[in-house]
C-alpha cells in the first residue's frame, strides 16, 4: 500500500470522484422529481463525509509535516479560488433570472435569501424562519445554497479547532475529536424533534458528519492495513447503504436526526474502502469515465441544478419530459461554467501569489452579490394599481365578497406586510409551536359575560380577531386554545415537520379540553385545516375520512355539557401558493387571480364534517361563502383576504365579527 494511496487527501482518490457523481446525482433527481428518488436529497450528506475527510487530511499534512505552521492564510486563499467564483456566478445569474420570471412579490423573498447567500449565512437564515427542507411549498431559488454555507463555516472554524486540539491533545487527537462529533451527533438527534430547522440547517448540528470524514482521515493509516476482501465487503456494504438511504428515505423521514447515520457511514465505509489494497471495491465502478467525468463538474452542477428546476416550476407546470430538459441544460451549464469559470480561477497564477489578491476576489464578488441583492429588492415597486378602493362596511361584506378590479391603493394589509398581518394570540404566546404539550390560559375579555372557547389549529387562530370583536363588544371573554398543526378533532395526525406521528398534539389535545371545561364556556367552536390532515396521513383519504369524524364526534361528546353549544366552522379555502404572488404580477386585473370554490376547499370533507356534526348534536358552519361568492376573490375592496396560501388576514378576519356574533348568538 503506497502513502499515495491512503493519503485523505490526494486528487488520485478516483473512487471519491465517483462517489461525488453519486451523490449529485441522487439530490438532482430528488429535486427534478421527489417520487423518482425520494431520499436522493440526502446525497448532500455524502458530500459532507468527503469534505470532511479531503479537508481534514489536507490539513493534517499542514500541520504535521511543516515546521513553519499549518499556512492557514494559503489554505484560506484556496478555498475561496475554488468556491466563490462558482457560487457568485450562480447567484448573480439567478437574480436576475428570478427578476426577469417571477411575480414582484417573490422579489423581496428572493433578495433577502441572496443577501444571507452571498454572507454565506444561508444555513442560518433558513434556520430562522423555520424552513421546512422537506415539506416546503414555496422554496427559496437559493435554498440549496445551505449545504455551502454550512460547509463554508466548517472551513473557517475547522483547521483553528484542529490546530488547538493538535498543540493541546496531539497524543489524544482522535478522542478529542470524537468527543465533539458525539456531541454534535446527540444535539443533532434532540433537535431534530424539537427544532428541526437548525438540526437540519445549522453546523452545531450537522458537524459531526463532516467530523466523521475528519476521524476516517485521523485513522487512515490503520484502515489502510484491513485485508483486500474485508476492504472489499466494506466498501459494497456503503455503496448499498448510500443507494438504500436514496430509495427507503423521503419527505416523512424525521430527518437529520438518527436517520441520517446511514448515508453517513455508508459513505465513510466506501472512502474507507479506497484506502485498502483491494481491486474488487466500489472503485471498479466509481473509476470509470462516466463518473470521473461528472464528480468532476459536480460542485457546479449542484449549484445549477436548482435555480434551473424550480425557476419554471414556479412560473410554469412542468411534465416529465421538461425536467429531463432542465437536468440536461443544468449539466451543460456546469460543464461550460467548470471549463470557463471553476477550473481556470481556481488555478489561475495571478491570484495565487500574492494572497491577497484572492482575499480581494472574495471580497470584491461578496460586495457584489450583496450590492445585486439590493438592487433587486429596491426595484420592487409600490405593488398597487396607485387608485384607492372604497373602504369595506360591514353591510358590503354581508352582501357577498365585493372585488375591486384593481389592486387599491389603500389596501389593507398591504401586499408587502400581508405576511405579518397576525393575530395577537401569535405575539402573546398564547398560540403554541409543534413541541409545547401545555395549554397556555389566556382569555380575552369578561368572564362574567357569555364565555366562548375557540379550539383548534392555525386555521382555528386566523378567526380570532372576528370572534373576539364581537364577543368583547357583548361584555364576554374568549378563551382561544390553539396549536400549530393540530386539531381539535380526536384523532391522532402526523407531523410533516417532525417527520413523524404528532404526540405532543394528542397530549396538549387532551390537556386543553380539560382547562376548556374548567373554564366552563357558554359557547365552543372547533375548526382545523382538515384537508391537511387527509394530505399527510398514512393511511388512504377514505380511511383518514372515517376517523376523522369519528375524531369530531369523540371531541364533541367530550365538550357536552347542559345549556352549551358546539359549533363546528368549515375549513377556508386553500391555495397552491400564495395568491398575493399572483396579484403582484396583475395589479391591474385581480380578477386573473381568482379561482372556483371547488378548486380551493375540499367540499366532500365539508359535508361529512357537516353531517358528522349534526349527528353529534352540534351546529355545522359552512364559511366559505364568507370568503367566496361566484368566485374565491384575494381582496374584498380596501381589504386584503389572505396573509398566506391557506390564512386569511387578522384584517379581514375582524370585518367578520357581525358574522361570529350571530354564531354566538351576542346578536
Known sequence: ?????????????????????????????????????????????????????????????????????????????????????????????????????????????????????????????????????????????????????????????????????????????????????????????????????????????????????????????????????????????????????????????????????????????????????????????????????????????????????????????????????????????STLSYSLVEQPIRSARLLVKPQWRSYALGVGMTGIALGAAAIVFASVGPLNAGRPAPALTAAALRAGVPSPSYVPSNLTPTLRGATNDNPVVYADGCHLDFTATAPKRCIFGDETGVKVALIGDSHATQWFPGLRAAVQDAGGSLMPLTKSACPSFDVTVNNDSLGREYRECDRWRQAALAMVNEYAPDVVILTNFGSHYRDIAADDPAHFDDKWVAGLATTVEELASPGRRVVILGDSPDWEESVNLCLSGHLNDPASCAKNPTELTAPDLIEAERTAATNAGATFINTTPWLCADKCEAIAEDVLIYRDESHITARYSAMLAPRFAQIVNLS
Not at 42 to 69: A, C, N, P
Not at 229 to 239: E, I, R
Request: charged letters at 15%; proline letters at 5%; glycine letters at 8%.
Open 1 to 333: 500500500m503506497t502513502e499515495q494511496k491512503i493519503a485523505a487527501g490526494r486528487r488520485t482518490r478516483r473512487d471519491i470522484q465517483g462517489l461525488r457523481t453519486i451523490a449529485v446525482l441522487g439530490v438532482v433527481i430528488n429535486h427534478a422529481d421527489r417520487s423518482w428518488l425520494p431520499g436522493g436529497y440526502v446525497g448532500v450528506d455524502v458530500f459532507f463525509v468527503i469534505s470532511g475527510f479531503l479537508i481534514t487530511g489536507q490539513l493534517l499534512r499542514r500541520i504535521d509535516r511543516t515546521t513553519h505552521g499549518p499556512g492557514l492564510m494559503t489554505f484560506y486563499a484556496a478555498r475561496i479560488r475554488r468556491l466563490l467564483p462558482m457560487s457568485f456566478l450562480v447567484l448573480v445569474v439567478t437574480l436576475v433570472v428570478s427578476k426577469i420570471l417571477l411575480p414582484p412579490l417573490t422579489m423581496l423573498t428572493v433578495a433577502k435569501d441572496g443577501a444571507a447567500t452571498a454572507l454565506y449565512g444561508s444555513n442560518m437564515w433558513f434556520a430562522h424562519n423555520k424552513t421546512d427542507y422537506l415539506a416546503n411549498q414555496s422554496p427559496s431559488v437559493f435554498q440549496h445554497y445551505w449545504s455551502l454555507a454550512l460547509e463554508e463555516q466548517f472551513y473557517l472554524f475547522w483547521p483553528l479547532i484542529l490546530l488547538a486540539v493538535t498543540w493541546a491533545f496531539r497524543g489524544r487527537r482522535l478522542l478529542v475529536v470524537a468527543l465533539l462529533a458525539s456531541a454534535s451527533f446527540v444535539l443533532c438527534v434532540m433537535l431534530t424533534d424539537f427544532r428541526q430547522p437548525w438540526a437540519f440547517f445549522t453546523l452545531p448540528a450537522r458537524a459531526w458528519e463532516l467530523a466523521v470524514g475528519a476521524l476516517l482521515a485521523l485513522v487512515a493509516a490503520r484502515v489502510a492495513r484491513l485485508g483486500g476482501s474485508a476492504g472489499a465487503a466494506l466498501g459494497w456494504a456503503g455503496l448499498i447503504g448510500i443507494i438504500a438511504s436514496f430509495a427507503v428515505f423521503g419527505d416523512d423521514t424525521a430527518f437529520p436526526g438518527v436517520a441520517v447515520s446511514l448515508p453517513v457511514l455508508s459513505t465513510a465505509a466506501v472512502i474507507a474502502a479506497g484506502m485498502t489494497d483491494t481491486s474488487r471495491g466500489p472503485e471498479l465502478m466509481l473509476r470509470n469515465r462516466p463518473f470521473q467525468w461528472i464528480g468532476d463538474r459536480s460542485y457546479s452542477l449542484y449549484l445549477w441544478h436548482w435555480p434551473i428546476l424550480l425557476i419554471p416550476a414556479i412560473r410554469w407546470d412542468l411534465n416529465n419530459v421538461e425536467r429531463i430538459v432542465l437536468v440536461a441544460l443544468a449539466i451543460g451549464l
